[in-house]
């Protein structure tokens, strides 16, 4: 049976210490401030971020939202798209007057920033916990199945497909990316984990080996994106990462 897929919303104390190394106060302080910050993740990309308007609200500012804001991003020369993302919020009725709200979405490297430069007791409680938010982080990537972004990853295989190679036949494509994915990030070729009774590797990778096979295979998809063909995308994967597959399949079959 699979592993349930573990969130920062949802995991328990004791697994925040049995799954991310977290000591007992670390986990109670996690549990406590993650009901009044959350930290929003996507599983599909890893990617985490902070609603601005809650941690401006939790650090008990008392400038308006939107001045302080507007200044935070100026003074630390946030970049968008890469610190902070502005969403325009539609809850409002153009008959009753006013404007849209917009609110900011932010990474916790810059909410972390945030809370230290409130230099109170409250910042520095809160820049703790997004520190423990990304302790967790790096646990839960490792922790968590690859379901969710394999299952993209053949969405964009397939629209890979669709735009580049359409006039090959789609076994040969299909079955040209698995081999390459698999015997760069794994050793071997697919072939081989069936013969072993373990059809699809990334349903049996764990911890750093399951990292590994989902950074190859976004990496190799990112260059067939970019319109490199089978044979360039091929060349480019196995130089960038020679050798570093080598092992894997071994060591899950002889367990």
């Known amino acids: 049976m699979s592993k349930p ?16 190394g977290f000591t007992f106060d670390e986990a ?25 308007r809650t941690l401006h609200e939790q650090l008990g500012v008392k400038t308006q939202f939107s001045i302080w804001i507007d200044r935070k991003i100026k003074d630390n020369k946030f970049t968008k798209g890469l610190d902070y993302e502005p969403l325009i ?14 609110d900011y979405l932010l990474t916790v490297d810059a909410a972390k920033v945030l809370g230290l430069q409130e230099k109170n007791e409250i910042g520095a409680v809160i ?10 982080l790096k646990s839960l ?50 072939y081989r984990w069936k013969q072993a009774g373990l059809p699809t590797p990334a349903n049996y990778l764990e911890g750093k080996d399951l990292s590994f096979y ?10 067939l994106e970019k319109g490199k063909s089978l044979s ?16 894997i399949f071994d060591k899950y079959v002889n367990q």
């Open 5 to 20: 897929i573990k969130s920062l919303s949802t995991i328990s104390k004791k697994e925040l210490q049995t799954i991310c």
């Open 127 to 136: 820049r703790r916990y997004f520190l423990l938010c990304e302790k967790a």
């Open 89 to 102: 919020k539609i809850d409002y009725s153009p008959q009753k007057g006013g404007s849209p709200k917009v």
């Open 28 to 52: 109670k302080a996690m549990h406590k401030y993650r009901t009044k910050v959350p930290v929003i993740t996507d599983a599909e990309i890893h990617e985490a971020s902070v609603d601005a």
């Open 232 to 247: 360039e995308a091929q060349e480019l994967i196995e130089e960038l990462y020679e050798g570093e597959g080598e092992g």
């Open 141 to 190: 990537y490792m922790y968590n199945p690859s379901r969710i972004l394999t299952v993209k990853n053949k969405d964009r295989l397939n629209e890979v497909y669709n735009t580049h190679f359409n006039k090959m036949a789609p076994e040969i494509f299909f079955s040209i990316t698995n081999a390459v994915v698999s015997k760069t990030s794994t050793g071997v070729k697919p």
């Open 214 to 223: 989902l950074t190859v295979q976004d990496t190799y998809l990112r260059w």
